[in-house]
């Protein structure tokens, strides 16, 4: 039943973080818009290249870190200036017609930068994934695996499901509708970088920064 349960709450979790909007999710499409989605669906990766780090750190640290609001006010600080740069990128798109696939996409290492510098799989794994996992591991050694697994596979699967569906549509977005698109996607970045920086504001407030 723990296993069970386990794969069940892996499972909710990751359509959660796939579908939900944010940084990450908008840059799927932007980057599959812009070069295809083969690029949309590097970009779905990153959080395997980026939370492995944050899981195992956070198992090490959950209960040591004094300064853990100061940290994720850094790391949200500097994620909303890059997430801002990014909507910059958006905005100032040219009128010109879709890219192929192309070495300067670097849609890895944009994702990889993203999920770094967002703020929220930390606070996610120190405050919610890390308790829960230490919990079913004193029920049940494998239950923490298939947790992580179903997670990740659901999480990775949506976002490149989203990558495809907008590449579909790709091909029928020219001109016009494209820019309208991609200053939209702009000023949703825009959006959530604000949100980042606010939070980073309100997490060192705390120490009077």
């Given at each position: ?14 359509l959660?973080?796939g ?7 908008t840059l799927?499409i932007?980057q599959?818009?812009?070069y295809g989605?083969r ?14 780090p944050i899981?195992i750190?956070s ?13 994720i ?8 200036l890059?997430?801002?740069?990014m909507?910059?990128?958006c ?18 290492k ?9 703020p929220?799989?930390?606070l ?5 994934g890390?308790?829960?996992i230490?919990?079913l591991q004193?029920e049940n050694?494998?239950?923490p ?9 659901v999480l ?11 590449g579909?549509?790709?091909?029928f977005?020219?001109?016009k509708?494209?820019l309208?698109?991609m ?12 949100i ?6 309100d997490?060192?407030e705390?120490?009077?920064l």
């Amino acid at each position: 039943m723990e296993l069970l349960s386990s794969i069940t709450t892996g499972i909710l979790f990751g359509l959660a973080a796939g579908f939900l909007p944010g940084p990450l999710h908008t840059l799927v499409i932007v980057q599959t818009l812009k070069y295809g989605p083969r690029e949309g669906i590097k970009v779905a990766f990153a959080p395997i290249l980026t939370d492995i780090p944050i899981i195992i750190v956070s198992y090490f640290l959950l209960s040591r870190l004094a300064n853990f609001e100061l940290i994720i006010g850094l790391i949200s600080l500097f994620g909303g200036l890059y997430v801002l740069f990014m909507a910059y990128e958006c905005v100032q798109t040219g009128p010109v017609e879709h890219k192929g696939p192309d070495d300067n996409a670097q849609s890895i290492k944009r994702g990889v930068i993203v999920n770094f510098l967002n703020p929220h799989p930390y606070l996610f794994w120190m405050s919610v994934g890390m308790p829960l996992i230490i919990k079913l591991q004193v029920e049940n050694p494998l239950a923490p695996i298939l947790f992580i697994l179903s997670l990740y596979s659901v999480l990775i699967g949506s976002k490149m499901l989203v990558a495809v569906i907008v590449g579909k549509a790709r091909m029928f977005l020219e001109g016009k509708r494209y820019l309208y698109i991609m200053r939209f996607l702009g000023v949703m970045l825009a959006v959530f970088a604000l949100i980042l920086i606010k939070d980073a504001a309100d997490l060192l407030e705390i120490f009077g920064l």
